[in-house]
C-alpha cells in the first residue's frame, strides 16, 4: 500500500508569501550503504527501488558527500530507470510552483561509466527534466529547479531517473516546494550583448531578510538550470547593485530569472526576462565570445561550417591545435584554449572571421 507525503500549506502572517514543503524531502530515517536497503521514507517506489543513502564511501568505490542540506538523501541507479512518488496537496489551480532540490551523479569503479545522469519530474502529465550532471568521485551537488502549473489542487509527483545506463549513481536530496511569488524591491534585467553574451543585473533596493541570490536560465521557461549563486551584501539603507553574465547562452531563445533566499530558507522569483538570438542566415558568420580565453561558439549556415579551419597572424595553420566539436548543424565549438595569446583568422566554407586569444 502507498505511503503518501503530503505537502503542508505555510502561510506567514503579515507578508503576502506562502509556500509549501515537503515533509521529509529531505529523505531523513532509516539510512544504508548497501545496494536495495531501505526505500525513501514516506515515498512509494514506482520502478526498483531507489534506496536511502548515507554520506560518505560505499560499495565499488561509490562517494558521495552529504549534501548541502545535510542527513541522508535518495540513491538511484545507473544502469535503468528507478522511480518514487509521493502525492502533492495544498495547489491553486493555475498557481505556477517550483521544485528546488539538489542532486548530483557519484561515480562507481566500474567500466564503461556514462559520464553523466539526471531525473525526470512528472506532475499533471508533464515530464520536466532537470539538467544532466557529469559523473564524478566523490560526487558534486548541484542546485537544480522544475516549475509546474497545476491544473487542479492535487497531484501525484513522480521522480524517476533518466535511464542513460552504465556504472553510476544518481542522488536527490532536499525537495523543497514553493509557490512562484515575486521579489519585493529588486529589479532584474537580462540583455543580449553584441558578442552573442548575455548581461545580467539587479538592484535590490533594501536587504532586510535576504541570504543570497541565484540566477537560473531555461531553454523552455519551465525546466531552470543553475546560472550563479551571489551572497547578499546585507544592505539595508541604500540599494546594491549586482552584475553578472552567461557566456554561453542557449541557441535561439533563452529565459532568465532571479531567486532570491530568505534568512528563513524560502524564496522568491523575478519576472522572467527572454533574450533572442536569431539563427544566422547562409553567408552569415558569427563567432562568440571574442575575445575569449579558451572555447568559441562558431555560427553559421550547415553549408558555411561543412569546413573550418584556423591561422596565426602570420598565416601558419594552427587547426591540428584547436579541437573542435560539432553541436548542431549550425554551431560549432572551438577549444583554443592550446593557443597562446594573439589574434587568429578563423576560415569557414564561405567566409572569415578575426578572434582574440587571451
Keep these: 500500500m502507498f505511503r503518501n507525503t503530503i505537502l503542508t500549506l505555510l502561510l506567514f ?3 503576502s508569501l506562502s509556500a509549501q514543503v515537503i515533509p521529509n524531502g529531505d529523505f531523513t530515517g532509516p539510512s544504508t550503504t548497501t545496494y536495495n536497503g531501505w526505500a525513501p521514507p514516506g515515498w512509494s517506489t514506482t520502478v526498483q527501488s531507489p534506496d ?3 554520506a560518505g564511501p560505499g560499495p565499488d568505490g561509490f562517494n558521495a558527500p552529504a549534501s548541502p542540506n545535510g542527513g541522508t538523501f535518495v540513491r538511484t541507479n545507473g544502469f535503468g530507470p528507478e522511480g518514487f512518488q509521493a502525492f502533492v496537496t495544498g495547489l491553486t489551480v493555475g498557481q505556477p510552483f517550483t521544485i528546488d ?5 557519484a561515480c562507481i569503479n566500474l567500466n564503461p561509466s556514462p ?6 519530474f512528472n506532475m499533471f502529465g508533464v515530464n520536466q527534466l532537470t539538467p544532466v550532471v557529469i559523473c564524478s568521485t566523490p560526487a558534486i551537488w548541484v542546485p537544480g529547479s522544475v516549475t509546474f502549473i497545476p491544473t487542479s489542487t492535487a497531484g501525484m509527483l513522480t521522480i524517476t531517473t533518466q535511464a542513460l545506463g552504465g556504472h553510476s549513481h544518481t542522488i536527490l536530496d532536499g525537495l523543497r516546494v514553493g ?3 515575486p521579489i519585493e524591491g529588486v529589479e532584474f534585467r537580462a540583455w543580449a550583448r553584441r558578442d552573442r553574451t548575455v548581461g545580467l543585473d539587479w538592484t535590490a533596493e533594501r536587504e532586510v531578510d535576504t541570504d543570497f541570490y541565484l540566477v537560473e ?3 523552455d521557461g519551465m525546466t531552470w538550470e543553475f546560472l550563479e549563486q551571489m551572497d547578499a551584501t546585507g544592505n539595508v539603507q541604500d540599494p546594491t547593485w549586482y552584475q553578472t553574465e552567461d557566456l554561453n547562452p542557449y541557441f535561439g531563445r533563452s529565459y532568465y530569472r532571479l531567486k532570491s533566499f530568505g534568512l528563513d530558507g524560502h524564496a522568491e522569483y523575478s519576472e522572467v526576462q527572454t533574450v533572442d538570438f536569431e539563427v544566422p542566415t547562409v553567408g552569415e558568420l558569427l563567432l562568440y565570445p571574442n575575445p575569449t580565453e579558451g572555447k568559441v561558439t562558431l555560427a553559421g549556415s550547415a553549408q558555411e561550417l561543412t569546413v573550418v579551419r584556423v591561422f596565426d597572424v602570420l598565416g601558419q595553420e594552427v587547426t591540428p591545435r584547436v579541437t573542435q566539436q560539432l553541436m548542431d548543424e549550425t554551431h560549432l565549438e572551438l577549444d583554443l584554449g592550446a593557443l597562446s595569446a594573439g589574434i587568429y583568422l578563423v576560415k569557414t566554407a564561405m567566409s572569415a572571421k578575426r578572434v582574440q586569444v587571451r
Design 179 to 181: 509557490v512562484v511569488l
Design 115 to 120: 559520464g553523466t545522469g539526471g531525473y525526470v
Design 13 to 15: 502572517v503579515g507578508s
Design 52 to 54: 536511502t543513502w548515507a
Design 217 to 219: 536560465r531555461s531553454e
Design 101 to 105: 532540490f539538489y542532486f548530483g551523479e
